[in-house]
């Protein structure tokens, strides 16, 4: 590709753009003024945002091509990290030209500076072992305030069944934002519109010649949000996801998309050639993972789990092998894969044992989209493996999740819409529940004495099932001794910052259908308050969403949870020789359905005992349910600050 070329518009359009624009923006002085004065925090601000695409039917395919147009006016020094830009092309989008340029105010006008030097290569991502995804970097010269940036660049998507949303909003605020989608009369678009507000997107339609010209247009969109813990952008973004559903391809109709049986034609497509040979020494594995196995799940559960252990997760994506797994055999002799070759995998080995399974594409958590809404490649970005031990009964086997169990889906997966394989020609959907807060629990049980003046000593045992048992066995995976023991001090940690473990031990780790474990001993300095003859000890040694609170105020944006949970700690405190016990707090329990807990007290000889349950019951919460999580966790800090008094006993 050549590192730039000469842009396909005309003088004419350039001149019917600049005569289009208001007064004020012709005068950049003006203009500065205008936009810093209604957006005086922002770094910048997009006066253009616009894509214009051609269907156009060429032999036996359906291609678009799309020309992007973006102008960015610069308001404030920080905006210099906006100077770096790049373009991305593959196989299925390739980058015909590009052109950029900084416009630098003179007078009543701008002088441009071209972008001379474009860089192209692979993009390499962390965790992707191959991707055939291109990208040009290059960077805007003399980005100061007050200057344009504009970059203009063109598309050719080889197959229209691959287009991207277009997004009416950014991460900085959008004066202008357009898409022009020009199509022969012969060719059936539809649309999805999501997030987008009642009467802000305009529409027209416009029939020219042997073309339909549909316009789509939204003027000053605010800049996106972006908070810690918020969902993926795709969730609360205004975007429009477009697709061709019917175009005349030599004289005949062609059903591209439109529901799940044409998205489930395309994908049938990639695995009709696989596994046509079986291979022998695949065979071999699957029949001395299954000998002696008494159940069907049993068979099941030896082959996921051998998946898990002996093929490596590698992301491979390249053109349409980002879609097309490789088979079995292969993947088996070479130990690696991505997550459509572990699931053909699976599904291979399951075959050779006698059992049915389906192979089975899903979005994950990240994707917004249901198919009943959407029915694209857009809704997919994974592939697993389903099992069906008995009719409507599924077992979702994600072999890319490494520690997650037999019996559970992987965590991205939950709520979500599978896409099931049931032949060539059949699919099924089918919904991936969410796991109870019970499947995956934190249990704490400890006994703790006094150490010294002002410490306490303790020994006690850590138990973590479900996702919470997953999420720390990848923690852990892999650790020499001195970084393990950094990561378990931080999962023991507690009381204050002169928490220190003595000796620990962890059990269980490749275990998946056991509780990882830890057993350990700790001392804990400068913990215990003394008054004259009066001791408080507060056993709320783990404070978990103690500085928790959501303020509506400042945050818009809902919160992500990864799962459903459940905390138990079981704390023992032996009462010393020669004190009393002066003062036991009392019971304390808040409620509601997103968060929840209890705190029990009881005694027993010389012991007192703290029994605490804290459960966390969603995956997103919205800003509308903010007040009933505070009020919890102001009644949680409250139960929190209670602490046991001891006094010493009259001589």
Aim: glycine share 6%; aromatic share 10%; hydrophobic share 40%.
């Amino acid at each position: 590709m050549e590192a730039a070329k000469t842009s396909r518009r005309t003088p004419a359009f350039w001149l019917l753009l600049l005569l289009s624009l208001p007064a004020w923006a012709q005068n950049p002085g003006a203009q500065l003024a205008q936009l810093r004065q209604q957006y005086p925090a922002e770094k910048a601000v997009f006066l253009d945002y616009r894509q214009e695409l051609t269907v156009e039917v060429k032999g036996d395919s359906v291609q678009v091509l799309a020309r992007h147009h973006y102008d960015m006016l610069h308001l404030g020094p920080q905006s210099a990290m906006y100077a770096p830009d790049q373009v991305y092309s593959s196989h299925f989008n390739r980058l015909q030209s590009i052109e950029a340029r900084t416009l630098v105010p003179a007078g009543n006008g701008y002088k441009a500076i071209k972008v001379t030097e474009f860089k192209d290569r692979f993009d390499i991502r962390p965790g992707i072992f191959f991707d055939d995804v291109r990208v040009v970097k290059f960077g805007y010269p003399a980005v100061v305030p007050g200057v344009r940036t504009v970059s203009d660049y063109t598309v050719r998507h080889s197959d229209a069944r691959f287009l991207l949303p277009f997004q009416f909003a950014s991460h900085v605020p959008m004066l202008h934002a357009e898409l022009v989608i020009t199509a022969p009369r012969t060719v059936r678009l539809n649309t999805k519109q999501f997030n987008i507000p009642a009467g802000k997107v305009t529409y027209t339609r416009q029939e020219k010649g042997a073309n339909v010209i549909h316009r789509w247009a939204a003027d000053n969109l605010p800049a996106m949000p972006n908070e810690t813990d918020g969902p993926e952008l795709l969730y609360y973004l205004p975007h429009l996801v477009y697709f061709v559903e019917e175009a005349q391809v030599n004289g005949q109709p062609r059903r591209l998309l439109g529901g799940v049986p044409e998205l489930y034609n395309l994908y049938a497509g990639f695995v009709k050639n696989l596994d046509k040979q079986e291979s022998p020494a695949l065979r071999q594995v699957v029949d001395s993972l299954t000998a002696g196995a008494r159940t069907e799940p049993e068979k099941v559960a030896r082959i996921y789990y051998w998946v898990q252990d002996h093929v490596r997760y590698i992301a491979f994506e390249n053109g349409l092998r980002g879609f097309i797994p490789h088979d079995a055999g292969r993947v088996y002799a070479s130990r690696y894969g991505d997550c459509k070759d572990m699931a053909n995998l699976l599904h291979e080995m399951l075959r050779l044992a006698g059992v049915k399974s389906y192979r089975t594409w899903i979005g994950t958590r990240d994707l917004p989209y249901r198919y009943a809404d959407l029915a694209t490649p857009g809704v997919d970005n994974h592939m697993i493996t389903t099992y069906e031990p008995r009719p409507g009964q599924y077992v979702f086997l994600d072999a890319t999740s490494k520690y997650t169990p037999y019996g559970m889906p992987s965590s991205m997966i939950q709520g979500k819409d599978a896409l099931l394989a049931l032949d060539g020609e059949h699919s099924r959907v089918v919904p991936v529940p969410v796991m109870a807060r019970q499947r995956s629990r934190t249990v704490d049980s400890s006994v703790v004495v006094l150490d010294g003046a002002a410490g306490l000593r303790g020994r006690g045992q850590l138990q973590l099932s479900g996702y919470a048992k997953v999420n720390q066995s990848y923690a852990l995976d892999g650790l020499n001794p001195a970084e393990e023991a950094k990561v378990v001090k931080g999962l023991l940690e507690r009381g204050n910052n002169k928490f220190f473990i003595d000796q620990y031990a962890v059990h269980s780790l490749d275990a998946r259908d056991q509780p990882l474990t830890v057993d350990y001993d700790y001392r804990l300095q400068d913990y215990v308050q003394r008054l004259d003859d009066e001791v408080y000890v507060n056993l709320n040694l783990d404070q978990r969403y103690a500085a928790d609170r959501l303020d509506p105020a400042k945050r818009t944006l809902a919160r992500v949870n990864d799962y459903h949970q459940t905390n138990l700690f079981r704390t023992e405190f032996e009462v010393p020789e020669g004190y009393e016990v002066a003062y036991l707090p009392p019971n304390a329990e808040g409620r509601a359905d997103m968060l929840g807990f209890t705190i029990r007290y009881s005694r027993q000889g010389n012991k007192i005992i703290q029994q605490k349950e804290i459960y966390v019951d969603y995956l997103l919460l919205e800003p509308a349910r903010f007040s009933q999580w505070n009020t919890v966790v102001d009644q949680l800090n409250a139960a929190y600050r209670d602490a046991i008094i001891l006094k010493r006993k009259k001589a």
